[in-house]
C-alpha cells in the first residue's frame, strides 16, 4: 500500500559494460579524421580506450618522432607494423647514448616507403652505406635534414641522386667534410631543390656546385660556414635567377659578392648577421638592383661598417620595405627619417642595441611610422620622452616591446598602455634584468599566425625536451628580441584585451593537456 504498481520490484545501478560504444558505428576514416584534429597528449590517451582505436590511430599517423637509440633495431619491426602510414619522421640520439646504425635505419626507410621528409640528430653511427638505404627505399622523399651526423658529403650525394624529388635541404654539423678526396665527384645539379640550409660546417663548399647548379633555388641560409663564400655568390648569379631569400651569418662574404649576386636577382628577404666585411657599399648596391625588399635584418657587430649611407640607399630604392631590424647599427635621425617617410608599408621595427637612438629618432619614428604594428626597442638610450610620443603617433601599433632601456620607467608603459584604451599591449623589461649581450644579439619580429618567407611554413613545429615534434596551435612565431633560453626577468603584460586573451588561451591548453605525461611518444600526425 502507498507503493506504485508500476514500480519496479528491483534496480541495480547501470554499470560501464552496459553503456553502448556509439563510436563503433563511426567507419574506420571518420574515427581517424577525429583523431587527426587531436594533440599529441590527447592521442596517446585514445590509442589505449580499445584495440579497434589502437589500429585505426596508428593507421592514421603520418608524423614519428623517435628516440634514435641503438635499440631501435629491436623494436623497429613492431613499431612500424602499427605505425605503417608515416610519412614524416624525425629520428634524434643524445650525446651520451650510441645512435643507431646503418642496419637499422635501412630497416626503417624499408617500413616507411612514402617517406617524404626525414631528420636526423645526432645519430653518429651512420655511415654513407645507411644514407644510401634511405635514397633507394624512399625515392619520394622531399625534406632532408641531417644534424650533428659523422658520415660525410658522399652520403648527402647519394641521396640527392636517388631521391630527385628533393625540394628542402638542411646540413647541419656534419662531422664528415673533412676528407677533400671524398668531396670529389658531387652532384652539382638538383633541378627539383628549393631551399638549401648550411650551417657550422668546415667545407662546406663542397656543396658550392650544387647550390649553384639548381636554377630554382628561392632560399639559401649559410650560418657560420668556414672559408671563402663570394665565389658561390658570383657563381649564382644568372643561375640561379629565381632566389628570393639570402640568410648570411658570421661569414666570410664581402660586398663584392653580395653585389655580383643581387646584380643578377630580385631578393625579397635579406638576413647579414655579423658579416663584418659587408658595408653601406654592398647594402645600397642591394637597395639597387632589389627594390622589391620586403624584410631586412642586419646585425652589425656595433662595427659601424653600415650606417646611414647604407640605410639612405634602401629608403629611397625600397619603399615596400614591411618589416627592418637593426642591431648593433648606429643609424641617425637623418637616415632613420628618410626610412619613415619614403617606407609607407612599414609595419614591423626592432632598434636593438645602438648608441644613437634616442628620444629624438623615437619620436620621428613615432611622427611618420604610420603604418606601423609592431615595434622593439632593446638596449637603446631612449627615456620616457621618446616613448610617450607612441600615445598619439602610429595609430595601427598593436605591441610594444622595451627591454634593457633605463630611462625608461613603468608609469611610462602604463600611460602608453592607456591611452590606447587596452588595445595596444606593452611589455616592459628592467634594463638589470635583462639579457647578456651575446644572447640578445639577434632580434626577431612576432609576425603573428605565420611567416611570410618562403621557409617559413604554417607548420609552425617546436621540438619539445622530450625530442618529440609538436604542432604549435596556429603556427605561432616565437616573440620578438627573444634568446635561446628563456629570459627569468619579470615582464610587465600591459593592456586589456591582450591579457584576457592570453588568460582564456592558457586555461584552455590547462584542461586539454591535464593528463599529459611527459614520456617520449610519438608525436601528432
Known amino acids: 500500500m502507498g507503493q506504485s504498481a508500476s514500480a519496479p520490484s528491483s534496480s541495480r545501478p547501470v554499470t560501464f559494460s552496459d553503456a553502448r560504444d556509439f563510436t563503433s558505428d563511426l567507419p574506420d576514416e571518420c574515427l581517424a579524421l577525429v583523431f587527426q584534429s587531436l594533440g599529441p597528449a590527447d592521442r596517446r590517451s585514445c590509442s589505449l580506450v580499445s584495440r579497434r582505436w589502437l589500429a585505426v590511430e596508428g593507421c592514421c599517423r603520418n608524423r614519428l618522432s623517435l628516440d634514435a637509440r641503438a635499440s631501435l633495431l629491436e623494436a623497429a619491426p613492431s613499431l612500424f607494423a602499427r605505425f605503417d602510414a608515416v610519412s614524416k619522421l624525425a629520428l634524434r640520439c643524445g650525446r651520451r647514448s650510441d645512435s643507431i646504425g646503418d642496419e637499422a635505419l635501412a630497416l626503417v626507410a624499408a617500413r616507411c616507403p612514402n617517406l617524404v621528409s626525414l631528420k636526423l640528430r645526432a645519430c653518429r653511427a651512420l655511415t654513407d652505406v645507411g ?20 658520415f660525410g658529403a658522399k652520403g648527402i650525394d647519394v641521396v640527392l641522386r636517388g631521391c630527385p624529388l628533393l625540394e628542402d635541404l638542411s646540413i647541419k654539423r656534419l662531422r664528415g667534410l673533412h676528407d677533400l678526396a671524398a668531396t670529389a665527384g658531387l652532384v652539382d645539379a638538383a633541378p627539383a631543390l628549393r631551399s638549401v640550409c648550411l650551417k657550422d660546417l668546415y667545407n662546406g663548399q663542397c656543396f658550392a656546385p650544387l647550390i649553384a647548379g639548381s636554377p630554382n633555388l628561392k632560399t639559401l641560409k649559410l650560418i657560420r660556414c ?28 664581402t660586398d663584392s659578392g653580395l653585389t655580383a649576386l643581387s646584380a643578377r636577382v630580385e631578393l625579397e628577404f635579406l638576413h647579414l648577421v655579423k658579416t663584418l666585411e659587408c658595408t653601406d657599399a654592398g647594402l645600397a648596391a642591394v637597395a639597387e638592383h632589389c627594390p622589391s625588399l620586403r624584410k631586412l635584418h642586419i646585425d652589425g657587430w656595433k662595427a659601424d661598417r653600415i650606417g646611414d649611407e647604407g640605410l639612405s640607399a634602401l ?8 618589416e627592418l631590424v637593426l642591431v648593433g647599427v648606429n643609424p641617425s635621425i637623418r637616415s632613420l627619417e628618410l626610412v619613415a617617410t619614403h617606407c609607407n608599408a612599414l609595419e614591423r621595427l626592432a632598434l636593438c642595441g645602438s648608441d644613437t637612438i634616442g628620444d629624438a629618432e623615437v619620436a620621428c619614428i613615432a611622427a611618420k611610422c604610420a603604418s606601423l604594428k609592431k615595434l622593439c ?10 616613448i610617450d610620443a607612441f600615445t598619439s603617433g ?19 608603459a602604463k600611460r602608453l598602455a592607456a591611452s590606447r584604451e587596452g588595445h595596444l599591449s606593452v611589455n616592459l623589461e628592467p634594463a638589470d634584468e635583462g639579457l647578456t649581450e651575446e644572447q640578445g644579439s639577434v632580434a626577431v619580429i612576432e609576425e603573428g599566425a605565420s611567416e611570410e618567407s618562403n621557409n617559413g611554413g604554417g607548420s609552425g613545429e617546436r621540438a619539445t625536451d622530450s625530442g618529440a615534434v609538436d604542432a604549435a596551435p596556429g603556427g605561432a612565431i616565437p616573440t620578438s628580441c627573444r634568446s635561446k633560453s628563456r629570459c627569468t626577468a619579470t615582464k610587465m603584460r600591459l593592456g586589456l584585451s591582450a591579457a584576457t586573451r592570453n588568460m582564456v588561451a592558457f586555461a584552455i591548453r590547462r584542461w586539454s593537456h591535464g593528463g599529459n605525461n611527459s614520456g617520449l611518444g610519438p608525436s601528432q600526425a
Do not use: N
Not at 629608403?315 to 614591411?322: F, K, P, V
Open 131 to 150: 644514407m644510401a638505404a634511405v635514397a633507394r627505399s624512399c625515392p619520394g622523399l622531399r625534406k632532408l635534414s641531417v644534424g650533428s651526423c659523422c
Open 226 to 253: 668556414s672559408g671563402d663564400w663570394d665565389p658561390l655568390l658570383e657563381a649564382m648569379a644568372g643561375k640561379v635567377p629565381g632566389i628570393v631569400e639570402l640568410h648570411l651569418e658570421r661569414l666570410q662574404v
Open 315 to 322: 629608403a629611397r630604392r625600397c619603399t615596400g620595405l614591411q
Open 377 to 386: 626597442i632593446k638596449g637603446c638610450p631612449v627615456s620616457d620622452m621618446g
Open 394 to 412: 602610429c595609430p595601427k601599433l598593436v605591441k610594444v616591446k622595451v627591454k634593457r632601456c633605463a630611462r625608461v620607467t613603468p608609469e611610462c
